[in-house]
């Protein structure tokens, strides 16, 4: 199997195990005289299960991502790393153009100018660098996920 194979599994897990929560959250209370549509019990014990395999595949995936070498990258864990920094990263920068970039509003002249402390161009530059290599990373982690094999 796949890395990418087991990463659909362990989203799947993951969304079994919210929708359970959903059901048992709506079926743990009923009125008096009536009866709940599930058996909250019932489905507690299936989120258990569930949860139960969630955590095999999140441990061979970890496992996994530890041994796969993907060169100048490092590990794929590293290379994870560096792509959830590289995203708050692009964030930030994005967020800080967008702060800085709009124009202050004044309704009269007399008010006073809003006026910008950053360079929001090469904010807005460093923004687009670092969105090409955040794109360009995942496109290696992605390839990687479907050449190598997941381990026990």
């Not at 959903?22 to 209370?29: D, K, L, P, S, V």
């Not at 930030?92 to 004044?106: I, K, Q, T, Y």
């Amino acid at each position: 199997m796949k890395i990418a194979e087991a990463l659909t599994l362990r989203a799947e897990a993951q969304r079994k195990v919210h929708q359970l929560r959903a059901r048992i959250t709506a079926n743990a209370h009923h009125q008096e005289g009536t009866e709940p549509t599930e058996d909250a019990a019932e489905l507690l014990a299936e989120a258990e299960g569930v949860l139960d395999e969630l955590e095999v595949w999140i441990t061979r995936i970890n496992r996994t991502n530890a041994a796969v070498d993907l060169g100048a990258d490092g590990t794929m864990t590293d290379a994870l790393a560096r792509r959830d920094v590289l995203r708050l990263r692009h964030g930030l920068l994005v967020g800080a153009a967008d702060a800085a970039g709009g124009e202050g509003f004044r309704h009269l002249r007399s008010e006073l100018r809003q006026l910008t402390t950053l360079p929001v161009r090469e904010l807005r530059a460093r923004a687009d660098d670092v969105a090409r290599e955040l794109r360009e990373l995942d496109v290696r982690v992605q390839q990687a996920n479907w050449t190598h094999d997941l381990l026990d």
